[in-house]
């Protein structure tokens, strides 16, 4: 059992003993969905953390959701209309995006791999292409001409330094993503010889950071580099995308990150950019820190079973609908995301128990020695920090069980 | 770059220069799947291979497919002519054995987090159910009752040992998977006492085990074990599944499993059975080690960037559709799946690249510094070692990309 706490959560209050979402309890939204395992994403949070920090962000600054995080289209469609801009990650994304109601003018594009028709798709539904790569600027040309469309493009940059301390390092060194801080101006030349509409830069140093001072130093480094840059574009830079990499905590012991200096350190950018770069947003996007705190994973416990002094509790859920909190995305040790009982209260028998999905694997895994009041067949559990990297980075179709419902309430 | 070879394959051959896929080159197969990143089964070394293991078993030997492998319908039906039976995990993998014309008889349903529905489904379908929990028993008992059928049980068998040295370790110790060694007479008591119709033992120590006394020691003791718990269960005992856990060499330096010693083994083992447990069938439950080396995955290079000298392939293949091959499915470290150019001739010019797939991720990453003939945009690559665990165990939504096809050929 770790001695360390999950850190306090915003959402999702226990009321009476029992887990709350969106003013009613979990057993009756249980109830309405209809079956278990099921992700709920709860709206009136989303409205109040999401709006909360676009009023927060100092102006010339916009937020942008990075919809890969969640893609449930209610969600998006919500987002839409909390957020100045909708970052998507392939033409599927886009489509969902554009269903969801985002206006083309604020939607971006990124992704190392675009495929030819997913940059004449962009090019159609008049998005902005961030570029990250060479060979994507003649194909975006060649698109422009056919459709008659202008294409709006901004330059993802691969930049000399990297987001100290993330969870994933997207920057430094040798990458596949965008193209070598080094090779930018060449590549404007290009993109103004062959007429294409260009917008600015995109720059994006890590991800799930909880440390304010580094995400302060990246923000700031990846602004110099762009004005730097933007010296040599010759068109003026019209947005500029810092990137995010704004982190959530999932861990025993990890701490929230703490905003003010992050929004300070944007602030101070903004200020430079109406001097320095005149006309330009500065654009901050997010994805897992929007949305992560918002939603929960619903899972019905089947069975406890003692095995040799150690209980598990077997659930309808597990790793093959939520993969991040078995372990197995991008961790080298599993750790335990903040679970609980729905139900819970003072005076309760408790037990430490092992938390296991139905698969036939040890890795199916929920929870490791987590202290729960005595659980029976039919309890709901609950996994926060959901709302982000579930249903839709789990590999659903793992052993042949029913994909699981997701709900926005 | 590793120093260690990958173990030599014995399906897939490169004629003049180009992978060959059941006698037509992968550039053919590529237009006739029409769309990239593909999996391709080979028909004719499944039928060689599983047909030439089955008839290298002693006799008195049955050989299941594990299905959970991969769940592929046509693979499936393949597999069912091929093997004694199928071993399905829900009733999602039951549904894919009938229609694939499996005979109910020749079915077991194994799985630690059976839901009701699924349990009353087995009984329906006349399949035997391996009970994991002292829970399956009242519920299998009243299944029967209801629908006027008997419900055929084994019981699993959560062994007091593990299976030395294996990829995942399924026994030994606390365990969701199976009903303690020593809780099991109680339990037959209560099957016999509601009348449920007994046929065996299942035991499952480990999986993906190259170490073959290893092997040779767990399917010894699993035998032992059945054989002094079948003392005690009033029925005689018809079945004995002693698992599988047979691996195949995935990465750089790993050598394939000797199989003469374990075949031996069992010989050993059918033999004593004969003698000590007349009437029983002793099964062997495999599923990677039948199909793995029979599948291929192929991606489709994307782009081919330098970035601060070194060479990224970006393919439009990738974690998305081959969690397994990225190394987030278990592993603690990444190393290489057998990765290789479609296309490949002495005197090509070769350069170390990394592989990389279309997403937004840093864990998109197929190959770290494979030696390959120097690559362009439409090149085909393949992934060996991939007709297990693969479309199914991976998370196909992520990012919205279009999901994979899978071939038989």
Known sequence: ??????????????????????????????????????????????????????????????????????????????????????????????????????????????????????LRQAVAAGVLVNIESEREVPLLAAAAQQLGLPARVAVRVNPPF??????????????????DAERVPALLTEISHLGLGFEGFHLYAGS??????????????????????????????RSLNVGGGWGVPYFPGEQPLDEAPVIAGLAELAARAQAELPGAALVVELGRYLVAEAGIYVARVLDRKVSRGQVFLVTDGGLHQHLAASGNFGQVFRRNYPLEAAVDRPGLLREPVNVVGPLCTPLDRLGDLVDLPQAQPGDLLVVFQSGAYGASASPQDFLGHPHCVEVLV
Do not use: W
């Open 1 to 118: 059992m770790s001695t360390l706490p999950h850190a306090p959560r915003r959402a999702f209050p226990r009321i009476d003993g029992e887990i709350h979402v969106a003013g009613q309890p979990l057993s009756r939204l249980a109830a309405r969905v209809g079956s278990t395992p099921f992700y709920a994403l709860d709206r009136g949070f989303l409205r109040q953390h999401v709006g909360g920090l676009r009023a927060r962000l100092p102006a010339g600054v916009q937020l942008h959701y990075a919809m890969k995080a969640n893609p449930m289209p209610a969600l998006v469609a919500l987002m839409a209309g909390l957020v100045d801009g909708i970052d998507v990650a392939s033409a599927g994304e886009l489509q969902v995006a554009l269903d969801a109601g985002a206006a083309p003018a604020h939607i971006s594009f990124a992704g190392p791999g675009k495929r030819d028709a997913e």
């Open 208 to 237: 799930q950071n909880l440390n304010a001072a580094a995400l302060v130093e990246a923000q700031r480094a990846c602004f110099d580099l762009a004005l730097s840059l933007a010296a040599q574009a010759g068109t003026p830079v």
């Open 162 to 179: 990297e987001l100290k301390g993330s969870g994933m390092r997207m920057g430094g060194g040798g990458r596949p993503f965008g193209v």
